[in-house]
Nanobody
């Protein structure tokens, strides 16, 4: 069964950090580009960044540059989103998605999301 599962979300104070995980089962993440997106209450889903099969990271949101980064652990079949200097406006449900064709070319699989709340 093909599945993506996000974890690592939670409540964090402004200025804090979180590392989200995106674990795959049923397929090999190393063969896919992985995108991270988020959806805040009342807003459309926003794509944040994408990490390619060769570990190049493309940012789609300026506010993520310098604060968020993505990495892979192929041995664990997992991709991570490291988020630093978090702000209240980063509060959202965060999703990962896998793209066989590459970043920006459509996603084949989606996770169910994990909630991130940034609040004091």
């Amino acid at each position: 069964q093909v599945q993506l599962v996000e974890s690592g979300g939670g409540l964090v104070q402004p200025g804090g950090s979180l590392r989200l995980s995106c674990a795959a089962s049923g397929f090999t993440l190393a063969h896919y580009s992985i995108g991270w997106s988020r959806q805040a209450p009342g807003k459309e889903r926003e794509e944040i960044l994408c990490i390619s099969r060769s570990d190049g990271v493309t940012y789609y949101v300026d506010s993520a540059k310098g604060r968020f980064t993505a990495s892979r652990d192929n041995a664990k079949n997992t991709v991570y989103l490291q988020m630093n200097s978090l702000k209240p406006e980063d509060t959202a449900v965060y999703y990962c998605a896998a793209a066989m064709r590459g970043c920006g070319l459509g996603y084949d699989y989606w996770g169910q999301g994990t909630q991130v709340t940034v609040s004091s």
